[in-house]
């Protein structure tokens, strides 16, 4: 009498943990481009990002002079005037760098090891990082319509990056509640193997 085995692979896999985790691996790159991009604010002929500003002409333009039609200068970039609020901002958007791949790294040790305890340490990182980006996100805007660079360059108006920026903010938020969700159950991979009598 010969001995046949079959072996059966399950893979379970619950589909909030995964999402939230694909969440959190699409907001990596969000962040990075919100963070490299020039475009947080516009005002006029003036665009500024976390590292860079563009203007043509002078950065403040003096309210005495009346602006001629003639051509305007070409817009050229420079480095960010090194200002208090400017380098919040740009530490709260690198901490939420930081906290976005952490957390993708205590996520993936955590399915490793099956260890439930750290889809919710990694929710707890995504959650700092959603409070810092939130700071940084309040303080951008505000900050910059009261600098002297707005006034008398007409209205102003929200650049993609910063859009990008709230993107990221929703898919953080959204990657560390998922994680929260299904605590009791486990992603797990299973084998069994059934033998029979041929």
């Known amino acids: 009498m010969a001995t046949t085995s079959t072996t059966v692979t399950t893979t379970v896999v619950k589909p909030l943990r995964l ?3 694909i969440s ?5 790159p969000l962040m990075l481009a919100c963070c490299i991009g020039d475009r947080w604010m516009q005002a006029g002929s003036f665009y500024m990002g976390l590292w860079t500003e563009c203007y043509n002409g002078t950065r403040v333009r003096d309210p005495n002079v009346t602006p001629t039609p003639t051509p305007q200068p070409e817009i050229r970039c420079y480095s960010a005037v090194e200002e208090a609020w400017l380098l919040a901002v740009r530490a709260f958007v690198i901490l939420t760098i930081i906290c976005n791949i952490a957390a993708i790294v205590i996520v993936i040790v955590g399915y ?3 260890q439930p305890l750290f889809y919710r340490i990694g929710s707890i990182t995504l959650f700092s990082g959603c409070l810092f980006l939130l700071l940084a996100v309040i303080i ?3 900050m910059f319509m009261q600098s002297e660079v707005v006034y008398y360059r007409g209205s102003w108006e929200l650049g993609w990056c910063y859009g990008v920026a709230w993107g990221g903010f929703c898919f953080l938020l959204a990657g560390g ?3 929260l969700c299904d605590e009791n159950k486990e992603i797990y991979h299973d084998e069994r193997v059934y033998y029979s009598e041929a």
Not at 24 to 28: E, L, S, W
Request: glycine content about 6%; hydrophobic content about 65%; overall charge positive.
């Open 177 to 179: 509640i998922l994680l």
């Open 112 to 114: 490793v090891i099956k």
């Open 24 to 28: 959190t691996c699409i907001a990596v």
């Open 19 to 21: 999402i939230g985790f």
């Open 140 to 142: 951008f805007p505000s």
